[in-house]
């Protein structure tokens, strides 16, 4: 299966060069992707990380047509893109946006909640490194709680971040959308297979990935695709998908493995008390009680 | 060729018809609605084939805007004020990324207080942005307008981006005969568009980059030579224009009277008809009145402006903006044309139609008598001088 997986996508690199840190997991997010999407994806990347290690003329990192949108405006210029690429009569494309949980879920959610009600035929992946990381890891709408950001200082009185991660993906899925899924680098070939299956919708797809940002999360570069694995294991995070009006999820952990373990490895998460890590799995098990009353498996 | 009565709003309409916009993103504000009604209708109808965008913002309407020219599709949009404003990150990023797009705009007083009624603020504030921005008087020039503009801005020399400037309801709802040049002629005159700046699946590229210290001025240079490029490519446009369609326009700005004035008024819009009846009433009176109409704020008519202007006794800039703390903008740059040419002359600013406030006859009559008198350096139509700058 995961040999299939791999053959599946192509040799060629798309996106190379660039300077993101060591261990980036959204780079590999992209990475990955544009190997499945190959030579006629069309890339379109608000302001945050990928844009800015990736575009700095005339240090120029994806071998396939790409643009930088304003941070606002990753789905309105997928949109143009589109649309105007249509007119000129070209039909064997794909229009892809890669942005990051800020330029998401707080600064471009109006633009992507836009472009899904037109039901325009975008591909918009959302890399969710869970804080502003390009600027130095302030909080956005996506920082999970308790998690210590350089807005969200970890003290006496507050321990980080106050409030829950949005969820992007259902809010996605509330538009009727034709496609959404989760995702997690940590599970790069069920990532990989969700932007296969995105390519061959007609209509708006949204993928929401988890990309664990080392520098950010506080672990080591190459913790990224362990601690991604980790989330979706402890339950913190769910692989899942939403077609047809329905609920799928695509892994169920037989045993969740443990919370504290996983927050407890990371810099973010070090100054939480038994107390707000109780909040946490609670939190978790509320979900899975949702996911599993909800979702079809 | 036919003729229709149309209000400015239509009239544009009909010129982007003849333009044909591959990509139109559409988002409605007062009193630019009738554009994009009027333009849902015609690719209704199939006598405009364009992919039309229902965008849920003036930001997306504009970055939708950027995304179609960057595929290479001709694209329009259209705001006004507020609207404007909203998207104002997106008009510095059409322009350094040089995607000849082209935006009506309807102009509006900008809040607070709110007032939906026309003064030129909201454009005006925009000036740096790097869009060229003309200022159509009638229905017949707006229309004029919409064809030419993607002639000018598309043109291998300038490739910047076309704000057009239609005075918000005293232009946008008046209606207007209006010649509607026939589209054979329409399509001889403005040929599909044609770049190398767009995705290109034979030859990938990276588009709307970053560029650093030691690159940047480079970028930034070459818009603003692009814009200064549009001058003379509006004067050739103009002709051809008359050749194809027989209506004559002037360039950078429209002089009426001028050549003996001894005064003259500076101004910009529709506003100017009324001046010129007001110059025509005051020369039976022996006053030698002018005036001058600035037709494109950018590139700014810093020649034209010195030349006309050397001669006379005084000259009133009036204009329907206010630059807080300071003086009108269309006054700092006429004065910034003068100083450049070393031309001397006595100027005075005057403030009026904001929010829409009437300017009347007597109004412009009262500007030629004060500045033959001498006056304040900036005077607010309605309230009087304000001692600035002396």
Redesign the interface.
Known sequence: MANKVADSISREEYFYGHKACAGCGGSLAVRAALKVLGQNAVSVLPAGCMSAVGFNFPQLCFSNNSIISTFAGTASMLTGVEAGLRARGYKDFTAVGFAGDGGTADIGIQALSGAIDRNDNIIYICYDNEAYMNTGIQKSGLTPFGAKTTTTPAGANIHGNIRPKKNMFEIAAAHDIPYAATASVGYIYDFIQKVQKASQIQGTKYIHVIAPCPTGWGVAPDATVDIAKEVVDCGLWYLAEYENGTFKLNHKPKEFTDVTAYLKKQGRFKHLTDDDIQIITASRDKKWEFIDKNFEL | MSKKFLSGNEAFAEGIRLARP??I?AYPITPQTIVVERLSEMVEDGSLS??Y?????E???L???????????R?FTATSSQGLLYMA??LY?AAGGRFPIVMMNADRSTALPWNIYGDQRDSLSQLDSGWIQSYAENAQEALDLALMSYKIAEDKRVQTPYMANLDGFVLTHTYETVDIPARGQADKFLPPYETDNR???DS?????????PD?NYIFKYKEHKGILAAAEVITETEKEFAEIFGRHYTGLTENYRTEDAEYIIVTLGSIAGLCRETADKLRENGVKAGVVRIRYMRPFPNKEIADVLRNVKAYAVLEKDISFGNEGTVFTNVNSALKKAGVDVKGYNFIGGLGGRNISAGDIENIYTSIAKGTESVNFIGIGGEDNGK
Do not use: L
């Open positions: 591959q990509v993103s364009a992919e965008v229902h965008v849920e913002s930001h997306s309407a970055s939708c805007a950027i995304g179609a020219s960057a595929a290479g599709a694209a990150e997106c990023y995705i290109d699946f990938p590229k990276n588009m709307a980059f970053s560029a650093g690159t």
